[in-house]
């Protein structure tokens, strides 16, 4: 059932449960008041008849003076006078006053009570006219009653319909920013982060809704990162194909040829008996197939760094190294590689932040010299890339690069830091890892390499 309607059904269940308690209040105070009055009323009217019937004397109009009382109360609200004959027979009685809006029959039942009815003998020298009895009749007190509760239901009915439309309508109003709130979670949940919901309201609301819009910007936000992310890395993943495709085409292409050309010359020098020469040729193809190895390996390291990673974080970055001064021999790198071996995936995000911050230094900074670290302080593993190359610029861009390293780091819940360096020549860049203590393996040296690649 919705909010709303359970709190209006709430509202009106206490209000009916006052109404029935008030009736009840009503219908307890009518019974006392019609039982008192009726009580009364025979009281009052039993001593006047006490009193008349010690003025009627005997003789020769008793029976017209028992008649005038009788008569006596004729119009009276409560009290009906009769005069009953030796034989049991109402022979006389007053006329009540009829109830001016006479009571349904069931509110007369409700309050009538037990009939009050009281007897008077006549003097002894009377007894052959008969007894007078004396009889409540509470209709008329009844339809006062039933007139006074008519007034108050009219009165509390007013005030329940009112309080009860009044509610309704200032729920209506403080349970809509609540609806809008509903329909923008729906949205959210069908992946629309645009939903906004304005933050007006009581305080609390508010907080609820500034949460929630603090929610929605930061899911919008990091779907775009995921969006940029993607594209990012389908460019990069590009870039990374052409690249080697050019390096195969490049650096594979001639020494293919160039094999192909020497393995063709050799029959021609076999049937001439240049042994020398063939002995040359044959070198020849040696070094053009070792030259393939070095690059293909260059390549395949590139393609798979786990498999670079087999022996050891230290070597990976001795090749990683190695890559590099083959490419810009003027750099300086100096390394200091923790020997130890840890968990595969604590080795592979370390290879890959100290290949991307190589990688960067290289691309963006134009060092002289590139230090790369990994050291385990305690339970943590230290990495930190530096360069003395032209820092970060105000004009530095959004890569790929510090994102995944970002997340890498983060996945093994560690932390992450790029700066320049406090010098204000190059770049420091910083990452630390927690070491499970499971991580570390049996054959742990701990013997650091610390070496300078000039
Ligand atoms: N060592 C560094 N020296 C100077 N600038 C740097 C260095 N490292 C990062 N930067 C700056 O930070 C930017 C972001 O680096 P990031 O690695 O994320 O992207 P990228 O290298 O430009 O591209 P990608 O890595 O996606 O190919 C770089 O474009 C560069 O401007
Ligand atoms: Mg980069």
């Known amino acids: 059932m919705p909010l709303r309607r359970r709190l209006l059904a709430l509202i009106a269940l206490v209000l009916a449960l006052c109404l029935i308690a008030g009736g009840a209040l009503s219908y307890w105070n009518g019974l006392r008041k019609v039982d008192l009055e009726m009580s009364s009323g025979i009281d009052v009217a039993s001593s006047a008849i006490s009193d008349a019937l010690s003025t009627i004397a005997s003789g020769g109009d008793a029976r017209g003076q028992v008649l005038r009382l009788l008569s006596s109360f004729d119009g009276d609200r409560h009290i009906k006078v009769s005069l009953v004959s030796p034989d049991g027979k109402s022979v006389n009685a007053s006329h009540l006053l009829p109830p001016v809006d006479p009571p349904p029959h069931w509110l007369y039942w409700l309050l009538?009570?037990?009939?009050?009815?009281?007897?008077?003998?006549?003097?002894?020298?009377?007894?052959?006219?008969?007894?007078?009895?004396?009889?409540?009749?509470?209709?008329?007190?009844?339809?006062?009653?039933?007139e006074d509760l008519k007034l108050k239901f009219v009165i509390v009915g007013s005030f329940c319909a009112i309080v009860f439309g009044l509610i309704y309508a200032s729920l209506g109003r403080?349970?809509?920013?609540?609806?809008?709130?509903s329909s923008a979670l729906d949205r959210v949940g069908e992946g629309d982060y645009t939903a906004h919901v304005s933050e007006d309201g009581p305080d609390d609301?508010?907080?609820?809704?500034?949460a929630f819009n603090r929610m929605a910007e930061q899911l919008q936000d990091s779907e775009q990162r995921n969006q940029r992310l993607n594209e990012q890395l389908s460019t990069v993943q590009e870039e990374e194909r052409s690249e080697i495709a050019r390096d195969l085409h490049d650096e594979i292409g001639p020494f293919l040829f160039a094999a192909d050309v020497d393995a063709q010359a050799i029959p021609s020098l076999v049937s001439r008996q240049a042994s020398d020469?063939?002995?040359?040729?044959?070198?020849?193809?040696?070094?053009?197939?070792?030259?393939?190895?070095?690059?293909?390996?260059?390549?395949?390291?590139?393609l798979r760094p786990a498999h670079l990673?087999?022996?050891?974080?230290?070597?990976?970055?001795?090749?990683?190294?190695?890559?590099?001064?083959?490419?810009?021999?003027?750099?300086?790198?100096?390394?200091?590689?923790?020997?130890?071996?840890?968990?595969?995936?604590?080795?592979?995000?370390?290879?890959?932040?100290?290949?991307?911050?190589?990688?960067n230094a290289v691309r963006h900074g134009q060092p002289g010299t590139i230090g790369l670290t990994a050291r385990r302080t305690g339970e943590i593993l230290r990495i930190v890339v530096s360069d003395d190359g032209s820092g970060i610029t105000a004009k530095t861009t959004r890569g790929?690069?510090?994102?995944?390293?970002?997340?890498?780091?983060a996945s093994l819940d560690g932390r992450f830091s790029i700066s320049d360096q406090e010098n204000g020549k190059g770049v420091m860049l910083i990452v630390e890892i927690p070491l499970p203590s499971a991580s570390a393996s049996g054959n742990n040296k701990h013997k650091p390499i610390t070496t300078s690649a000039a």
């Open 112 to 146: 009538s009570g037990t009939p009050r009815e009281r007897t008077f003998d006549l003097p002894a020298d009377l007894k052959q006219i008969g007894t007078i009895t004396i009889a409540a009749d509470s209709h008329n007190e009844v339809s006062e009653v039933w």
């Open 277 to 302: 020469e063939v002995v040359d040729r044959s070198k020849a193809i040696r070094q053009s197939v070792k030259h393939m190895q070095v690059h293909l390996r260059g390549v395949l390291s590139r």
């Open 309 to 359: 990673i087999d022996q050891g974080l230290a070597i990976a970055v001795e090749q990683l190294v190695a890559f590099w001064k083959a490419r810009r021999p003027q750099i300086d790198f100096q390394m200091d590689i923790e020997d130890e071996r840890f968990a595969t995936a604590i080795e592979e995000v370390a290879f890959r932040i100290l290949q991307e911050g190589t990688s």
């Open 174 to 181: 403080a349970l809509r920013p609540l609806e809008q709130l």
């Open 400 to 409: 790929f690069g510090l994102a995944g390293m970002r997340e890498r780091v």
């Open 205 to 210: 609301l508010k907080r609820i809704y500034r």
